[in-house]
């Protein structure tokens, strides 16, 4: 996982989960690490393939919201954020 912070916002790029370790609370775990980004954090991006209903289906049970969706031939990447009073842990 590689995490950005640009002023309040940290986006999340390259969150992998191996097959084996899915359903093991990786999800959380890796909440946790960014939740110690500190108090200026205030939003968490991400994104992941259109087709990817596993991974939507999470995002949007975790209270990320559809921002906008980008690309425009077979890979559609699907932009979510979540918004917290902070980030801190």
Known sequence: MRVEVCDDVARVDRLVVA???QGQASGRTARVAWCRLGDAVT???LFTGEHSAGNLRLCRRADYAE???TGTGT???VHLTQAGTS???
């Open 19 to 21: 097959p084996d370790r």
């Open 43 to 45: 939003t968490v991006a």
């Open 67 to 69: 921002t906008h969706r």
């Open 75 to 77: 890979y559609v990447p």
């Open 87 to 89: 980030f801190s842990g």
